[in-house]
């Protein structure tokens, strides 16, 4: 039989959001004898480990997101829509979307996570974020008129709280986003903003556990910090954020310091981003869907979700759920397309076991942790794992030569490439 979506007699796929696992998901149901409707609300695949870079200017968007519909075009029995699912009907195997109503046979989930706030919503309103895209440039914006608006400010305390970037979590995106900030005042100011005194630029980490990266070895934890402070990162370990004013830029901490600032980057963890319409009692911990080792929603043959948004007991490593990192999601997306078509075929489904081979942060040039199949790595041998795997690992050779070009570029000139302001940032008020 020839492959067609449209031609084709095979049970109906819907797949709701293309990430890390429903990438790995239809890479391997291409040309296999299913149906597959591709539907998010982003017409590209965003490689979300490298958006701190594109926050702080060194890599363009472009350089770390795909279109999806490049990806799909090669794929007989895939098509793709750009729409966000609002709803999901189960009785009638049916999804509400902003471009209508589409019936499926099976149904797979892959929202992914959001922001977690903690239920705050003065810091949902003023914190930046680094979820998407459009937050990374709010990002960059926002930095770079910080450094402008610092330009023509004449009152000191004024300046002070301007110049405070404080960044909340230290897990490895705030890590990372510290560390690309440290280098910002150590390398950019003084080179872009000759009358702007750097050493009144402070970066501030916040965490509330005892060590940053803390799901890290400890000698991983402790050279990270280490590394952070030699770039001059302050960092604040078992402290946490009370509360943020922004018309005053006072964040108040745990330890009852007070920081001026206007700049909170919060990435103190995430939430699964779930859909409207599944039951409430299979919303899990960490608002994720509750479902068996095959990846099936408790309670439905029809049903699956992966990623991050999927929580599983069942892998006897990892009973209170798995992280919420790339690899799992990969993981689970290429198991499932694996029995789906054994659900086809009518043959048993494997339960799903993750393979933990690692993970890894970088704190600028030369230094990084890289913990991998057991290995501790640090420094400058960590900082080239890091980045020939994340060349590796990103999609499409031509985003490949664009990260590895703007690096060689901002290796050799010391600078961030990208230091513009295409769409300036106002805060919310
Ligand atoms: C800044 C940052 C840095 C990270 N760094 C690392 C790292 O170094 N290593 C690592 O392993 N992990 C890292 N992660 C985590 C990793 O990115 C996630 O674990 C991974 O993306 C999860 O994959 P997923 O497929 O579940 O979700 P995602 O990759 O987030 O994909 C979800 C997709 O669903 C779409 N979507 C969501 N809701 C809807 C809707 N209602 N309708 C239509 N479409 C929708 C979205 O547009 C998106 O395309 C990082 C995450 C962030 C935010």
């Known amino acids: 039989m020839k492959i067609n979506f449209y031609t084709m007699n095979a049970p109906h796929l819907i797949l709701i959001g293309c990430g890390f696992a429903g990438l790995e998901l239809i890479k391997k149901l291409n040309g296999k004898p299913i149906k597959v409707t591709v539907i998010d609300k982003n017409n590209y695949f965003n490689f ?33 829509r750009m729409a966000e699912v609002n709803f999901i009907d189960t009785n009638q195997k049916q999804i509400y979307t902003s471009i209508g109503k589409i019936s499926y046979d099976y149904l797979c989930i892959a929202t992914g996570a959001k922001t977690n706030f903690f239920d705050n919503k003065e810091l949902e ?11 990374a440039l709010d990002l960059r914006s926002d930095i770079l008129q910080e450094f402008e608006k610092a330009l023509s400010e004449s009152d000191s305390g004024k300046i002070e709280r301007i110049l ?83 018309s005053n830029g006072q964040l108040t901490l745990s330890n009852n310091k007070v920081l001026e600032t206007d700049t909170v980057i919060w990435s103190a963890g995430v939430i699964g981003k779930t859909i409207e319409g599944i039951k409430t009692e299979l919303v899990s911990r960490g608002n994720r869907y509750k479902v068996d080792a095959f990846n099936r929603l408790e309670g439905y043959e029809d049903i699956f979700v992966i990623g991050d948004v999927a929580y599983m007991t069942s892998d006897k490593n990892y009973p209170n759920g798995h992280p919420m990192v790339a690899t799992v ?43 991998i199949y057991g290995f501790k790595l640090q420094g400058y041998i960590a900082w080239l794992g890091w980045m020939f795997l994340h060349l590796m690992l990103l999609v499409g050779f031509r985003n490949r030569m664009m990260v590895f070009l703007n690096w060689l570029w901002n290796y050799i000139t010391y600078q961030r490439a990208i230091r513009i302001i295409t769409r300036p940032y106002t805060q919310k008020s």
């Open 48 to 80: 979300q480990p490298l958006m701190y870079q594109v926050a702080s200017g060194g890599l363009g968007p472009d350089s770390i997101v795909y279109p999806l519909r490049k990806i799909v075009s090669k794929m007989p029995n895939v098509i793709f």
């Open 329 to 371: 999601a990969q993981q689970q997306g290429r198991l499932l397309a694996k029995n789906i078509i054994r659900l086809l075929k009518k043959e048993p489904m494997q339960p799903f076991i993750y393979k933990n081979k690692g993970s890894m942060a970088t704190i600028g040039r030369h230094k990084a942790v890289f913990e």
């Open 164 to 246: 405070n970037f404080v960044i909340v979590g230290g897990g490895p995106t705030g890590v990372e986003t510290a560390g690309a900030l440290a280098e910002i005042k150590k390398y950019v100011i003084p080179a872009d903003y000759k009358e702007l005194d750097a050493s009144k630029m402070h970066v501030y980490l916040i965490e509330a556990a005892p060590r940053v990266l803390s799901s890290m070895s400890e000698i991983s934890s402790r050279k990270a910090e280490f590394f952070l402070k030699q770039l001059g990162v302050e960092v604040l370990t078992n402290t946490s954020v009370i509360s943020y004013n922004a």
């Open 125 to 135: 309103k003023y914190c930046m974020q680094l979820k998407s895209i459009p937050d």
